[in-house]
Each structure stands twice: as C-alpha cells, then as structure tokens.
T-cell receptor
Framework: AQTVTQSQPEMSVQEAETVTLSCTYDTSESDYYLFWYKQPPSRQMILVIRQEAYKQQNATENRFSVNFQKAAKSFSLKISDSQLGDAAMYFCAYRSAGGGGGADGLTFGKGTHLIIQP | EAQVTQNPRYLITVTGKKLTVTCSQNMNHEYMSWYRQDPGLGLRQIYYSMNVEVTDKGDVPEGYKVSRKEKRNFPLILESPSPNQTSLYFC?????????????FGPGTRLLVL
C-alpha cells in the first residue's frame, strides 16, 4: 500500500516570503499522480496543483510550484510571495494510475498547517 | 454551477440511531467517493463507486454502507453509529475516465455521535 508522509505538522512564514512544504511518498508503482490540496478554515478541499509522474517538468500554477523528484519519491510545494489568504492546512495526496483491486482513491498525508505572519 | 453538495452539514446524534448523509453532484461524474477526516490522520477513504450499482470498500469501510442507484447520488449510511465515527466527512466526485482527473470535494459534514 502507498503511504504519504508530511513531516512538518506546522510551518510559519512572513507575508510576501517564500515557503516550501515537504512531502514524501512510498510506492512500488511507476505511474501515478500527485496532488496538493488546500483546506482553509472553511474546511473546503481545494486543489492547488497536480503532477503526473511520467512528466519530468515540474508543475506550476501562478505562485505555486512543485519540486518533483521521482527517484527520491519527493514532492514538495513552494509558495512564492505568500499572502494572508494562503493560510490553511495543506495536504499532499497520491493516486495510482493503475487498475486492479483495492481502494481507488486518493491517499493523503496528515497535513501541514501553514501560518502566514503579517 | 458545478458542485458537490452534502446534507446535512452538521449533525449530532446518539449511539445506535441510524443516519444517512446525502451526497449529490451535478457534473455527470462517474466516480464518487467518501472520505473521513480526523485530526492528525488526514483524509481516509471509506467507500467509492466507479459507476451506478458499482461500489467498493476503501481503507476504512467498517461501520458504513453506501449505495449508488443513480449517477448523481451517493449516500453514506451509518446503520448503528458509534462515538468513534465522530468525524468530518467529505464526498468527492470525478469523471473517472482517467485517474489524473481532479476530484471535486463537497463542503463536508461534521458528525458528532454521543
């Protein structure tokens, strides 16, 4: 079974600075997808960014970018020019691209609580 | 507006009293899923459905039932709730055509079982 580990329960950054959230995963598969979700105080789950494992190029969405290291099984999220609205829980998630039995959804890490200092 | 809706949003109940949390999506998605979120554990999948009349267990299915009689609806049933089912529950859906497709989450249902 796949596991996703977020080793930072909480991170703090000054507004306008850059912060990197860490995520590692364990899998024996070669084809899969990785996601970062944001959960603000409203509890809504919002997709931030997505990465296909077969793509070497790191995904980027405006101020959000990832550093995907497939060999190291690492998938970190970088937030540039942090804003107060970025304060939230951030979850890293894995989804297998293969078929077969077993659960067929997202495997989540335990989350990182990001605090933005004004 | 494309969305996943859940009802109720908040629910307090007592041990053993059957309850149903409804989930509905208006995006014609084939794939639907239920997750529970507990402090320090992230989200864990309870059940999922690839299409109408097709459901399967996720990582934590014990104590839950689901049904998929219509494409848009995927209710979560707790036949005899217990306090360890106190949690935040999310329904999610996606097209199901490829696994890279984004899963759209509902707003969540906060359940307290006394």
């Amino acid at each position: 079974a796949q596991t996703v580990t977020q080793s930072q329960p909480e991170m703090s950054v000054q507004e306008a600075e850059t912060v990197t959230l860490s995520c590692t995963y364990d899998t024996s598969e070669s084809d899969y997808y990785l996601f970062w979700y944001k959960q603000p105080p409203s509890r809504q789950m919002i997709l931030v960014i997505r990465q296909e494992a077969y793509k070497q190029q790191n995904a980027t969405e405006n101020r959000f970018s990832v550093n995907f290291q497939k060999a190291a099984k690492s998938f970190s999220l970088k937030i540039s020019d942090s804003q107060l609205g970025d304060a939230a829980m951030y979850f890293c998630a894995y989804r297998s691209a293969g078929g077969g039995g077993g659960a067929d959804g997202l495997t989540f890490g335990k989350g990182t609580h990001l605090i933005i200092q004004p | 507006e494309a969305q996943v809706t859940q009802n109720p949003r908040y629910l307090i109940t007592v041990t053993g009293k059957k309850l149903t949390v409804t989930c509905s999506q208006n995006m014609n998605h084939e794939y639907m899923s239920w997750y529970r979120q507990d402090p320090g554990l992230g989200l864990r999948q309870i059940y999922y459905s690839m299409n109408v009349e097709v459901t399967d267990k996720g990582d934590v299915p014990e104590g839950y039932k689901v049904s998929r009689k219509e494409k848009r609806n995927f209710p979560l049933i707790l036949e005899s709730p217990s306090p360890n089912q106190t949690s935040l529950y999310f329904c999610a859906s996606s097209t199901g055509t490829t696994k890279q497709e984004t899963q759209y989450f509902g707003p969540g249902t906060r359940l307290l079982v006394l």
